[in-house]
């Protein structure tokens, strides 16, 4: 019986403990995008939660009030007044700013449309001209004193078409949002169109479906996550309702007020009233909603998609 004998303590290999080297080359990568989102997004917002929580008074300066100023925007009826009405631009523009696009982008994937490519481009079109040149366009068009609105009156002898009347101005707002958004919001549905395979179609085709059938079966279940991203950019877009009335308020300076809406409310208060405290609080407020709401869709949105 033979038995081998252990190496000497000499000869022995020590095992070492590894220890796992994380590698830092990554955030060189991260670092450039890192830094300009801390600068314009984190910093901004850091200072204005900073102002939001201070006070001009008379006496004593700029002091600390803590959360008096959004005890004081919770009770201001002008803050309430712009806040419902672009709750009801929102409820009343967006459903059917998207139909609008939903139908044009049903309407350009299918088969039956002559020329889809030239309609997918005028649809389209109204979403490359600037903003300002928009709203100026249909303020020029909404003029009771010129323009088409003045020259349809002429012709019906009277003034019974008047865009910029109180009861009026939030749906000719809501005109030229849907004029300008239909195409962007028909190409994000278009895209998500196109990506439904093709086998999906030839099932339907087989099993006797019709058109209508696979719009609502196959073609509309496709395009729900496109649908609630449009809906959050509508969502966060009509809370952030500025430039249109803004730019028209030198047109119906009786019908626009300076807290037509919360956007507007803020800016006044910190550019003309000299209140940046206070407008701090209002744009905080704002994007708190806005955020809010934003997730909710996207959550319900999500949970139908999983279903």
């Known amino acids: 019986m033979t038995t081998t004998a252990a190496p000497p303590p000499a000869l022995r290999t020590p095992r070492r403990k590894r220890r796992a080297r994380i590698d830092d080359r990554g955030w060189l990568f991260v670092a450039p995008f890192a830094l300009v989102f801390a600068l314009v997004f984190l910093a901004p917002l850091a200072y204005s939660v900073y102002l939001s929580l201070f006070r001009d008074q008379l006496i004593g300066g700029n002091a600390f009030v803590g959360f008096e100023n959004y005890?004081?925007?919770?009770?201001?009826?002008?803050f309430w007044d712009g806040f419902g009405r672009v709750a009801v631009f929102l409820v009343v523009q967006v459903p059917v700013m998207l139909l609008l696009a939903l139908a044009a982008a049903l309407a350009i994937d299918s088969a039956r449309l002559h020329a889809a490519g030239f309609y997918r481009i005028v649809i389209f079109l109204p979403y490359a001209v600037p903003a300002v040149v928009a709203v100026l366009m249909w303020g020029y068009i909404y003029g009771d004193q010129f323009g088409l609105t003045r020259n349809l009156n002429d012709l019906l002898g009277g003034q019974f078409v008047q865009p910029f009347l109180p009861e009026w101005m939030l749906l000719s707002i809501g005109n030229i949002v849907t004029w300008q958004f239909v195409g962007y919001n028909m190409l994000i549905f278009y895209s998500s169109l196109k990506t439904i395979p093709n086998e999906l179609y030839e099932a339907?085709?087989?099993?006797?479906?019709g058109a209508w059938r696979t719009i609502f079966s196959i073609k509309i279940p496709a395009v729900r996550g496109a649908i609630v991203i449009a809906t959050i950019f509508s969502i966060i877009g009509?809370?952030?309702?500025?430039?249109?009335?803004?730019?028209?308020?030198?047109l119906a300076p009786n019908t626009i007020s300076t807290?037509?809406?919360p956007n507007m409310y803020a800016y006044n208060l910190s550019f003309a009233g000299q209140q940046y405290n206070y407008a701090a609080t209002i744009a905080i407020i704002m994007g708190v909603i806005t955020a809010v709401i934003a997730y909710v869709v996207q959550l319900r949105g999500s949970r139908q998609e999983a279903r």
Not at 71 to 78: E, I, Q
Not at 204 to 209: L, P, V
């Open 71 to 78: 005890v004081t925007a919770f009770g201001d009826p002008k």
């Open 204 to 209: 339907a085709s087989i099993d006797g479906a």
């Open 238 to 250: 009509s809370f952030q309702l500025f430039n249109e009335p803004n730019i028209l308020k030198p």
């Open 259 to 261: 807290f037509f809406t």
